[in-house]
């Protein structure tokens, strides 16, 4: 800090002086007081019994509501991973997709190659059934079965 900083703090502290009012101020400020409008204070309501078990009627409520829709089978405790739904669709979709390529015949010299893709992705399914969470693994499906269905196309093709 500089020194005419420090300069101007001194002075501003020598110029600091406590004031008495001129006047006691409480009678005015209790007299404002009670000229204002008072509202009347509302009773309590007493806690009934019914207030208590609230909470707990709800609780049991929802609990047979949630006990209900697992009786039903709405709720499937041991639904299948959405990851694994996905994995089966794609899969159905691809050999769909092969069998209408193969029917037109494929070259015997790709054969070790498709098998190699098909392989790797028997692999890939049982890895996503060991971790139906891994999203990564479907993405891999997918290369794998788009890799197979243009292999295959440019066999049939040419």
Known sequence: MNTQDESLRWRLRAMREDMAPSRDLWPDIAARIAEAPQSPIQPVEPITRSHRIMPWAMAASALLALGLAWQLGVMKPHAEPLLQREAASLTRDYQGAVAELE??????????????????????????????????????????????????????MT
């Open 103 to 156: 029917s037109a015949g494929t070259p015997p010299e790709i054969a070790p190659a498709l098998a190699a893709l098909d392989r790797s992705a028997a692999q890939i399914r049982s890895a996503i059934d060991a971790d139906p969470n891994a999203r990564f693994l479907l993405d891999q499906l997918r290369r794998t079965y788009a890799r197979r269905l243009a292999l295959t196309q440019r066999a049939v």
